[in-house]
């Protein structure tokens, strides 16, 4: 098996020009992942990035509809029927790309190993291709969905300021960080009353993070609540473009010049995503 992990290693060679991967989690349901990544997503290449989002959502794999747009192929059929990656991307709204979920999702974290070597090599393609890879997750976590979680360049905890939502995203900080302490971890508080109001259950998450699992994390920002999410969700069409100038687009291009500055000035790290991704792999087939 190590061997494998090693040929692997090899074959992609050093991380030349690599994607940033970022997933976007959440503890609880229905707090605004799926909103937060295809308008960030927009926000960047409205500023000149390449950005490709991935729907892995299991249970809820609805990125076409909040796009209004319609895929051929998915992931699943990518790894079952050995497509190239090129094949499934789609164009999404505001020069963004995507690659749907589908139904099956679940399939995509059981893969043999000649399921898997073909998922990483087209992983592969598309990580020399973009700026930016956005792994759209589904609430909470499985075994299987933390390998994509921890193997992520960077993780963002999505939370509004309803009680159980906070506490769900600390036991999803906790366990990921548990799984993998050097995940690098950023904060998003989304459908905020107020700046404070975002700001302070930011540095509650972030306080609690460092005096219960000695970790720094950053809070990259607070959305307001804006009723044109939901007009923009009705009309499938992400808000940075159906209100550019809404309260809560502007906060998200605040929010994605922040990530922008803060992606610049990232660490070159020993290993990439896929590395990662194919250690956490042979390491559970050696588990088997
Ligand atoms: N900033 C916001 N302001 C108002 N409503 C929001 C905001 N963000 C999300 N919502 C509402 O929450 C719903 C769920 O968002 P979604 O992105 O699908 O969540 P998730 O992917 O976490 O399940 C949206 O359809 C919208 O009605
Ligand atoms: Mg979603």
Redesign the pocket.
Request: avoid cysteine.
């Given at each position: 098996m190590h061997d494998q992990a090693e040929m692997l290693r090899k074959r992609l060679g050093d991380d030349k020009k690599q994607a940033k991967v970022c997933a976007i989690a959440?503890g609880k349901?229905?707090?605004?992942?799926?909103?937060?990544?295809v308008n960030l997503a927009i926000s960047l290449a409205q500023s000149g990035s390449r950005v490709i989002v991935l729907d892995l959502?299991i249970g809820?794999a609805?990125l076409d509809i909040?796009m209004g747009v319609h895929s051929k192929a998915n992931i699943v059929d990518l790894v079952e029927q050995e497509l190239s990656i090129l094949e499934i991307v789609e164009n999404g709204p505001g020069k963004i790309n995507y690659i749907a979920g589908g139904n099956g999702l679940n399939r995509l974290f059981q893969l043999n190993e000649r399921q898997f070597e073909h998922f990483t090599e087209q992983l592969q393609v598309i990580h020399e291709l973009y700026d930016y890879i956005f792994l759209?997750m589904g609430?909470g976590v499985s075994k299987d969905s933390l390998q994509f979680i921890t193997a992520a360049d960077e993780v963002l905890l999505?939370t509004t300021p309803e009680p159980t939502a906070i506490t769900d995203a600390y036991a999803m900080l906790k366990f990921i960080l548990k799984q993998e302490p050097a995940t690098k971890v950023s904060v998003i508080v989304?459908?905020v009353e107020n700046t404070t109001e975002g700001r302070e259950i930011g540095k509650r998450i972030q306080l609690a993070s460092t005096q219960f699992l000695q970790k720094e994390i950053q809070l990259l920002g607070v959305?307001?609540?804006?009723?044109?999410?939901?007009k923009a969700?009705k009309q499938q069409i992400p808000y940075m473009i159906h209100s550019p100038s809404s309260p809560?687009s502007r906060g998200m291009k605040q929010l994605s010049d922040t990530y922008k500055k803060g992606s610049e000035m990232k660490e070159m790290q020993e290993e990439g995503f896929i590395q990662r991704f194919s250690r956490y792999f042979f390491r559970k087939q050696g588990a088997k």
């Open positions: 959440s349901g229905g707090v605004g992942k799926s909103n937060v990544t959502d809820m609805n909040l759209d609430a999505v989304n459908r959305l307001p609540d804006d009723e044109v999410v939901f969700v809560v």
